[in-house]
């Protein structure tokens, strides 16, 4: 597969300059591949329950051929994913898709083992590691940490904000041993970002170590996340008879979104055959992208602090991929925009509670409210964008709500538990802990304490690298 640039056109990358890069340094623009290949009908077609690593394998293929042997992508495939999502009916016409199964009980979990696996592939005959920093706010460090732990050849340091990140998150950054180390900087979010952005512009600690980073931009982190929407609308699709008494759903995936890495592996998802009709897009106060498909106008803006703090993103990095791909009209037909504030939060967790039984997180939640709107309210009642609500555009697939054939599946993207005294004071009782959580917490904290200081964090990578 050819990979080119958000920005210019002309650039033609393989998938490991891409994956090894991150980012094209010469534009700042994100690669993304040249074509999205349809998935083989066998497959597409197929009215039994697919296997995820079947999907997964068969949609990698293309994007890796050449590069990666099959045999060699099978083991990635198998060895990134000893666990599966999981889809649950929730209502007659909504199912959610829970993609918080993997060790650090987040969605990021897909996206971070399938791209430590293939940096580990790419740098196999390297003599020396390659040395990974990234800077984190909480979930992508755990991801991050969990997905490169053990794996050959690959050295991961994390930095975080001391005191600013929760205790739960702390300790599952913080518990890693061997190849996999936290520091704790005496400063903020932005700090430790700004060491390590220093860090990669250093030519001096540069020609000491091979540095790279695993930001969420990554290709090789936004192609795995595509697999679970095509198993998910498949499985659907095959169900939706039964279950619901649909013979032909016009499905649509809620996701909810921050960098709209997530949403993005969706539309290539989609590009690649998954029976996905449209797409509704379900932020936080963070809106972004909903002024921006109510307006026309695209409007970056620094990030405002919620309860769903893995949304906080004002600025949305995969705006520009989103732009390579589809034109203004083209993603007013196809997705739905959703935002709600703190309040509408809480009120979302605690109906989906009172109305369906199940427990969701506060991501999942803004998901779950997005989709009752539409279920129950259609696109008639267009409101002001700047109120929460749905944006007044009707995507083309709105007559298929209006005539009860959509069926709205929900990623709930991480375990209620993570988000623990939130859900509590929603639904006045706690969410289960899962067994994997409750070992972290027992773990031995071994973060190292940083100065907010330059020099400091380099000498101490010299020392200790
Ligand atoms: C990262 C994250 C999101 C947002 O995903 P994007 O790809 O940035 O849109 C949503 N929910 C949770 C729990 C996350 O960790």
Not at 133 to 139: F, H, P, R
Not at 235 to 261: E, T, W, Y
Request: hydrophobic share 40%; glycine share 6%; aromatic share 10%.
């Amino acid at each position: 597969m050819i990979y080119t640039d958000t920005r210019d056109s002309s650039v033609k990358v393989d998938f490991r300059t891409a994956v090894m890069g991150g980012m094209n340094p010469a534009t700042g623009g994100l690669y993304i591949p040249v074509e999205f290949p349809k998935l083989d009908k066998s497959i597409l077609n197929k009215d039994t329950a697919p296997s995820f690593r079947d999907i997964a394998l068969n949609m990698a293929r293309p994007y890796t051929d050449g590069e990666i042997p099959e045999a060699d992508l099978a083991n990635i495939i198998q060895d990134a994913y000893p666990f599966s999502p999981k889809v649950t009916p929730l209502d007659s016409t909504s199912y959610i898709l829970e993609l918080f199964h993997g060790p650090t009980c987040a969605f990021k979990d897909f996206g971070a083992r399938f791209m430590a696996r293939a940096m580990s592939y790419f740098n196999r005959n390297e003599d020396t590691p390659l040395h990974i920093l990234v800077a984190t706010s909480g979930d992508t460090g755990s991801a991050v940490g969990s997905a490169f732990h053990n794996v050959p050849g690959l050295d991961v340091t994390i930095l975080y904000p001391d005191g600013k990140i929760s205790p739960l998150q702390e300790k599952q950054l913080s518990t890693f041993d061997g190849n996999v180390r936290a520091l704790k900087v005496k400063g903020t979010f932005d700090d430790c970002q700004k060491l390590v952005k220093t860090a990669f512009t250093d030519n001096e600690l540069r020609g000491k170590l091979r540095l790279s980073s695993a930001n969420s931009i990554n290709i090789a982190r936004l192609l795995p996340q595509s697999f679970y929407y095509m198993y998910a609308a498949l499985l659907v699709r095959n169900r939706a008879s039964m279950d619901n008494k649909i013979q032909d759903p016009a499905i649509i995936m809620v996701v909810p979104s921050g960098n709209f890495g997530n949403l993005t592996s969706g539309l290539i998802a989609r590009e690649m055959g998954a029976p996905i009709t449209g797409f509704t897009a379900a932020t936080n106060s963070n809106r972004t992208i909903p002024d921006w498909i109510a307006t026309g106008d695209y409007n970056a803006r620094a990030s405002v602090e919620t309860y769903a703090n893995a949304m906080d993103v004002g600025a949305p990095s995969n705006y520009e991929r989103i732009k390579a791909m589809y034109n203004l009209e083209e993603v007013r037909n196809l997705f739905a925009s959703y935002w709600t504030d703190n309040d509408g939060i809480m009120t979302a967790i605690r109906n989906c509670h009172e109305k369906t039984g199940y427990i969701i997180d506060p991501h999942g939640a803004i998901g779950w409210k997005a989709w009752e709107e539409i279920k129950n309210n259609g696109f008639t009642a267009k409101g002001d964008y700047t109120k929460p609500g749905l944006t007044p555009n009707v995507p083309a697939w709105a007559s298929k709500v209006d005539s009860n054939e959509a069926i709205g599946i929900i990623l709930e993207t991480a375990s209620p538990a993570k988000f623990g005294s939130i859900v509590t004071d929603a639904i006045g009782r706690e969410p289960p802990m899962p067994a994997r959580l409750e070992e972290v917490l027992r773990k031995k904290d071994r973060a190292i304490s940083m100065e907010n200081d330059y020099n400091m964090f380099k000498d101490w990578l010299i020392a200790n690298l």
